[in-house]
C-alpha cells in the first residue's frame, strides 16, 4: 500500500488524471471495490490537489467518469450474469448481505443507491445488486449519477484539507499552529468516534443486542451524543480562530484557481 501511495504522488501531473479515473472506476467495480482502500487513495490525489500538483475541477469530472463507469458496468454484471454471481463463494459466505441489499433496494430503490455510494462496503455491491433484481435502468441511473457527482469531492476533501496545510506552513507561521493542528484532528476524531458509537448503538438496537464492547446500549448512545456535541462544538469555535481563517481563505483559493 505504502509503495502505491509513494508511486501516485510522483506520477507526472498529466497521469494523476488517469489515475483519478482509475482509481474510481475500481473503486466502483463489483466486488472489486471491498478490496481497495478507495479513501486512503482517493486522499492522496486529493493532496495533489491541495499542494497544486492537480487541478480539482478536471481532478473531479475525471472521477465521476470513473464512478459512472464502474457503477454501470456492475449493474450489467449483475443483469447479464444473475446466475453465476449467486452462485460465487463470496455470496455464499455473505447471504445476510445479499439480502438484506435486496430488501433495501425493494423498499427505497433511489435513498439506497444514492446513500450506499458513500459507504465502503455498500458501494461495490449496490449497482450489482441492482442488475441482479433487473431493476429498470431510470430507477438506477438517476440517483447513481447524484451519487457519483458528490463521492469524488467528499473523498478528495480529507487530502485536500492536508496538502493545503502542509503546503502552507510558511503562511501558517503564527505560534500557536502546532495546538491549530492538534485541534484539528481533535475534532475530527470526536465526530467520527461519535458518528461510529451512534451507528453501533442502532445497529446493536435493531439486533436486540445490549452490550457493545465495554458499553451497555445507554452508555454507548450517551458516548455517541456527547462525542458528536463536543466535536461539532469545537468544529464551530474553529471557524472564529484566526488559522482558520487563513486556512479557509486557502482553500477558497485552491478550488478558484483550478
Known sequence: MEYWLEYIITLPSKYLLIAVCIISFLESLAIVGLFLPGMILMAALGSMIGNGKLFFYPAWIAGIIGCILGDWISYYMGWKFKNCISKLNFFKKNFSLLNKTQSALYKHSFLTILIGRFIGPARPIIPLVSGMLKLPIIQFIIPNIIGCIFWPPLYFFPGIFTGVLLNNQSVLH???????????????????????????????????????????????????????????????????????IILRQLLIKTFISS
Open 174 to 244: 503564527e505560534e500557536n499552529i502546532i495546538p491549530f493542528k492538534w485541534i484539528i484532528i481533535l475534532t475530527i476524531f470526536l465526530i467520527w468516534i461519535g458518528i461510529w458509537m451512534l451507528i453501533k448503538y442502532w445497529k446493536n438496537y435493531r439486533n436486540k443486542q445490549f452490550n457493545f464492547f465495554l458499553f451497555s446500549l445507554k452508555q454507548t448512545l450517551i458516548i455517541g451524543l456527547i462525542s458528536i456535541f463536543v466535536g461539532m462544538s469545537m468544529m464551530i469555535s474553529l471557524q472564529f480562530h484566526p488559522q482558520m
